[in-house]
T-cell receptor, first 114, second 110 residues
Framework: DAEITQSPRHKITETGRQVTLACHQT?????MFWYRQDLGHGLRLIHY???????NKGEVSDGYSVSRSNTEDLPLTLESAASSQTSVYFC?????????????FGEGSRLTVL | GQQVMQIPQYQHVQEGEDFTTYCNSS?????IQWYKQRPGGHPVFLIQ?????EVKKQKRLTFQFGEAKKNSSLHITATQTTDVGTYFC??????????FGKGTSLLVTP
């Protein structure tokens, strides 16, 4: 069955370190998204991509970057982790032909920055 | 930028009572979607509404999209303990990126 997987599921890191969260989907979806979820803030969009070599900034993109070298993967990189980036990160994908379409979410990656 | 506001933030009901969550956007939306997230889980798609004034039903759940396409609601009739979770609305304008509301956390007491 097609799926979307995130890794690692849990990560503890130190302030200033570079961290990369992986997201891999096997639906061949064009659209991929990264959200962070914090208590009281719901889901906030970090970055998104509509296809290979396409990336766009979302609402809270500062301190994060993404790259889309193939259809299946959209890794999220924190160049220099900060305590404010402690959060649960969700990757999602959609077909998005003619509209946003249903988002399929991964299981989430819980990141703690000490 | 586009903002999606959702109320209430929390709702605690007795099993069998009805529940409604409301979503309002500062701008006209091309469509609105609803998701449910169980505690410890990930958001799961419930439905998408695209037409002005649209009403859709899924068993005990009724979804509405306002005439001006700026507001929406989710109504659950006769809640059950399996309805526990956080319900999110998410809207998009001209693009495919969805902006989520902060969600309504529903607690159902038996």
């Amino acid at each position: 069955d097609a799926e979307i997987t995130q890794s690692p599921r849990h990560k503890i890191t130190e302030t200033g370190r570079q961290v990369t969260l992986a997201c891999h989907q096997t639906w061949n979806h064009n659209n991929m998204f990264w959200y962070r979820q914090d208590l009281g803030h719901g889901l906030r969009l970090i970055h998104y991509s509509y296809g290979v070599q396409d990336t766009n900034k979302g609402e809270v993109s500062d301190g994060y970057s993404v790259s889309r070298s193939n259809t299946e993967d959209l890794p999220l990189t924190l160049e220099s982790a900060a305590s404010s980036q402690t959060s649960v990160y969700f990757c999602a994908s959609s077909t998005g032909t003619g509209g946003p379409g249903e988002l399929f979410f991964g299981e989430g990656s819980r990141l703690t920055v000490l | 930028g586009q903002q999606v506001m959702q109320i209430p933030q929390y709702q605690h009901v007795q099993e069998g009572e009805d529940f409604t969550t409301y979503c309002n956007s500062s701008t006209t939306l091309s469509n609105i979607q609803w998701y449910k997230q169980r505690p410890g889980g990930h958001p799961v798609f419930l439905i998408q509404l695209v037409k002005s004034g649209e009403v859709k039903k899924q068993k005990r759940l009724t979804f509405q999209f306002g005439e001006a396409k700026k507001n929406s609601s989710l109504h659950i009739t006769a809640t059950q303990t399996t309805d526990v979770g956080t319900y999110f609305c998410a809207g998009s304008g001209s693009g495919y990126a969805l902006n989520f509301g902060k969600g309504t956390s529903l607690l159902v007491t038996p």
